[in-house]
């Protein structure tokens, strides 16, 4: 075993010792489900950027920038990434109010339905299971680039790794072991940006090289590399394209199942807007490390193929040994964190969400939630052995279900007081299937849509319309009507000066990170890119100012909310 595979196994076995920990202390439902409702921000944080950053991001994502997106995906502001703020103020805090045990039960409680809650949870098990199935695949692959294994045998062993500790522990396991992770392949990434740029000559002269690049010109302009033979034929296909799923992301990162379900386990609504806030920079950092790291291999050898290994080929040939080994471990991480949040949903969905609830003591449903589980991994574990590995475009293709079925519905269940249970239950529905089947026919070759009927759009517009015409045609009960005035009653604990004044001062953060990332852009990017290309740098010098006007916004909007909602009465 060499050094590589060493960190990985090293990786791997602290994860089971901690998760077989985990798991000594769930005692009750509330523990296995939502981990006694008790986490603070720190694991919050950590499994909120644990789970979003999977092997897609240091694989399918960086290879796609290796490919020819690197300016864009670098000077782009990070739209999706504010959505963690919106999502807080807008749904997360209300959602911990309803304390649900999962964000599916908060549906069918909202609308006091459970064919709204088993709809819900149908579409959790499609989506987080094609995810998971992602995920798994990614590990896999990744195993089999440092240890001597089969793609088949690796499946196993990735398979078991998350499943050990996952299982037993629940989602107290995941969210330590997520934030153990988190620190892991962050410090990593870091690490190895660093040594990748001082290696080629700085910052300023990687990014004067780039732009120089015979092989891939264009790779840092504000629109990457286009035309007939790449991924977009223009820089406004390119544009609406981004703009689209960025919004879409967003969307997930503020309504769906595996982000917004971890607010149910902060230990109070503070918690939930300081982790939203805070995972905003965490995210949009981590992204600029590898989106720069992926960008800058091509120094080394811009003719990578496929392109989803150029992290593994940077560990491997241009770090130093333990270096490459750490930050192999990391992006293991970064897959067993996601495969383990979304296996663990999934389980719950299945046990919890799906039939009417039945009178059954905590210990015998403990007992049902991990068999379940345990039967939903063996499932996806078949399902790997026989679908094909496409790691960016599969979790694009189940990534962004919930923008569409769930972004209306979610969005509507706190702000809304016309929209009722047949709507809930038909805009679900309807967005779900108005994403996923265009989707479909589009991967099979059935159909070309325009850029401008993208299913995102589509299936969120249909959900939409669908909610709005229904809702007409009945009222809500005075039920309905009385658990969303509930929603709207903030909590006399979270009206506390000293965990305003903490909150309140947040916001801050946000200012001052984006405008420094923007002054880094301006210093180190946009000089070194006109030299290089003689180019005026105009339309990036526009891209890169819409950053910090987007983000200070909405940190702005982030500060008076909380003053406003969390003051003394």
Same mark, same amino acid.
């Given at each position: 075993?060499?050094?590589?595979?060493?960190?990985?196994?090293?990786?791997?076995?602290?994860?089971?010792?901690?998760?077989?920990?985990?798991?000594?202390?769930?005692?009750?439902?509330?523990?296995?489900?939502?981990? &006694?409702?008790?986490?603070?921000?720190?694991?919050?944080?950590?499994?909120?950027?644990?789970?979003?950053?999977?092997?897609?991001?240091?694989?399918?994502?960086?290879?796609?920038?290796?490919? +020819?997106?690197?300016?864009?995906?670098?000077?782009?502001?990070?739209?999706?990434?504010? #959505?963690?703020?919106?999502?807080?103020?807008?749904?997360?805090?209300?959602?911990?109010?309803?304390?649900?045990?999962?964000?599916?039960?908060?549906?069918?409680?909202?609308?006091?339905?459970?064919?709204?809650?088993?709809?819900? &949870?149908?579409?959790?098990?499609?989506?987080?299971?094609?995810?998971?199935?992602?995920?798994?695949?990614?590990?896999?692959?990744?195993? %089999?680039?440092?240890?001597?294994? /089969?793609?088949?045998?690796?499946?196993?062993?990735?398979?078991?790794?998350?499943?050990?500790? %996952?299982?037993?522990?629940?989602?107290?396991?995941?969210?330590?072991?997520?934030?153990?992770?988190?620190?892991?392949?962050?410090?990593?990434?870091?690490?190895?940006?660093?040594?990748?740029?001082?290696?080629? &000559?700085?910052?300023?002269?990687?990014?004067?090289?780039?732009?120089?690049?015979?092989?891939?010109?264009?790779?840092?302009?504000?629109?990457?590399?286009?035309?007939?033979?790449?991924?977009?034929?223009?820089?406004? $296909? #390119?544009?609406?394209?981004?703009?689209?799923?960025?919004?879409?992301?967003?969307?997930?990162?503020?309504?769906?199942?595996?982000?917004?379900?971890?607010?149910?386990?902060?230990? *109070?609504?503070?918690?939930?807007?300081?982790?939203?806030?805070?995972?905003?920079?965490?995210? %949009?950092?981590?992204?600029?490390?590898?989106?720069?790291?992926?960008?800058?291999?091509?120094?080394?050898?811009?003719?990578?193929?496929?392109?989803?290994?150029?992290?593994?080929?940077?560990?491997?040939? @241009?770090?130093?040994?333990?270096?490459?080994?750490?930050?192999?471990?990391?992006?293991?991480?970064?897959?067993?964190?996601?495969?383990?949040?979304?296996?663990?949903?999934?389980?719950?969905?299945?046990?919890? *969400?799906?039939?009417?609830?039945?009178?059954?003591?905590?210990?015998?449903?403990?007992?049902?939630?991990?068999?379940?589980?345990?039967?939903?991994?063996?499932?996806?574990?078949?399902?790997?052995?026989?679908?094909?590995?496409?790691?960016?475009? @599969?979790?694009? #293709?189940?990534?962004?279900?919930?923008? /569409?079925?769930?972004?209306?519905?979610?969005?509507?269940?706190?702000?809304?007081?016309?929209? %009722?249970?047949?709507?809930?239950?038909?805009?679900?529905?309807? +967005?779900? @299937?108005?994403?996923?089947?265009?989707?479909?026919?589009?991967?099979?070759?059935?159909?070309?849509?325009?850029?401008?009927? *993208?299913?995102?759009?589509?299936?969120?517009?249909?959900?939409?319309?669908?909610?709005?015409?229904?809702?007409?045609?009945?009222?809500?009960? *005075?039920?309905? $009507?009385?658990?969303?005035?509930?929603? $709207?009653?903030?909590?006399?604990?979270?009206?506390?000066?000293?965990?305003?004044?903490?909150?309140?001062?947040?916001?801050?953060?946000?200012?001052?990170?984006?405008? +420094?990332?923007?002054?880094?852009?301006?210093?180190?990017?946009?000089?070194?890119?006109?030299?290089?290309?003689?180019?005026?740098?105009?339309?990036?010098?526009?891209?890169?100012?819409?950053?910090?006007?987007?983000?200070?916004?909405?940190?702005? #909007?982030?500060?008076?909310?909380?003053?406003?909602?969390?003051?003394?009465?």
């Amino acid at each position: 075993m060499d050094i590589y595979a060493g960190a990985i196994a090293a990786s791997l076995i602290v994860y089971l010792l901690v998760g077989n920990y985990a798991g000594r202390r769930v005692k009750h439902l509330d523990d296995y489900f939502v981990a &006694g409702r008790n986490a603070p921000t720190l694991l919050i944080v950590g499994t909120l950027v644990a789970s979003i950053m999977s092997t897609n991001a240091f694989l399918g994502e960086t290879g796609f920038v290796y490919d +020819g997106q690197a300016g864009p995906y670098l000077l782009w502001p990070g739209i999706a990434a504010t #959505f963690y703020v919106w999502g807080a103020l807008f749904f997360g805090r209300y959602l911990r109010r309803s304390r649900a045990l999962t964000v599916a039960e908060y549906f069918g409680q909202r609308f006091q339905s459970q064919r709204v809650q088993t709809m819900a &949870g149908i579409t959790i098990i499609f989506g987080l299971g094609g995810y998971l199935l992602a995920v798994t695949q990614g590990a896999a692959y990744l195993l %089999t680039q440092v240890a001597d294994v /089969s793609y088949h045998q690796a499946l196993i062993i990735s398979w078991l790794g998350y499943t050990g500790f %996952t299982l037993y522990a629940g989602t107290r396991g995941v969210i330590i072991t997520d934030t153990l992770m988190f620190l892991l392949f962050t410090s990593m990434a870091f690490g190895a940006l660093v040594f990748l740029v001082d290696d080629a &000559g700085g910052l300023s002269q990687s990014i004067f090289e780039l732009a120089q690049l015979p092989e891939k010109p264009d790779l840092m302009s504000w629109k990457g590399v286009t035309g007939e033979d790449a991924a977009f034929s223009s820089g406004a $296909h #390119f544009a609406f394209w981004n703009v689209t799923l960025a919004l879409a992301w967003g969307l997930v990162y503020a309504v769906s199942p595996w982000q917004s379900s971890r607010y149910l386990v902060a230990r *109070d609504e503070h918690v939930v807007l300081r982790a939203a806030l805070i995972a905003a920079i965490c995210v %949009t950092f981590l992204e600029v490390v590898l989106y720069l790291g992926g960008a800058v291999i091509n120094l080394s050898d811009p003719g990578i193929e496929p392109s989803h290994q150029v992290m593994v080929y940077a560990a491997r040939e @241009l770090l130093p040994p333990l270096l490459g080994a750490l930050l192999l471990a990391g992006i293991m991480a970064a897959a067993l964190s996601s495969a383990s949040t979304f296996m663990s949903l999934v389980g719950f969905s299945v046990s919890n *969400d799906l039939f009417p609830k039945r009178k059954i003591d905590e210990q015998r449903m403990l007992r049902i939630s991990r068999w379940t589980m345990l039967g939903i991994g063996l499932l996806s574990l078949a399902v790997a052995f026989v679908a094909p590995v496409d790691l960016f475009w @599969l979790v694009y #293709f189940v990534g962004t279900l919930y923008a /569409s079925s769930w972004g209306p519905v979610a969005l509507m269940s706190v702000w809304s007081k016309r929209i %009722t249970a047949n709507a809930a239950f038909w805009g679900i529905l309807s +967005g779900f @299937l108005f994403n996923v089947g265009p989707k479909g026919l589009e991967t099979l070759g059935w159909v070309s849509l325009p850029i401008w009927l *993208d299913p995102i759009l589509l299936g969120g517009l249909v959900s939409l319309l669908v909610i709005l015409l229904v809702s007409r045609l009945d009222c809500p009960s *005075d039920a309905e $009507h009385r658990y969303r005035e509930q929603l $709207h009653q903030t909590p006399a604990e979270d009206r506390v000066s000293g965990k305003l004044l903490t909150t309140a001062r947040l916001p801050w953060l946000m200012v001052i990170y984006s405008l +420094g990332l923007t002054v880094v852009y301006l210093v180190y990017y946009l000089p070194p890119f006109r030299a290089a290309t003689g180019a005026s740098g105009t339309a990036e010098l526009i891209v890169i100012s819409f950053g910090p006007l987007l983000w200070v916004f909405t940190a702005l #909007f982030a500060r008076r909310t909380i003053l406003r909602e969390y003051g003394k009465p």
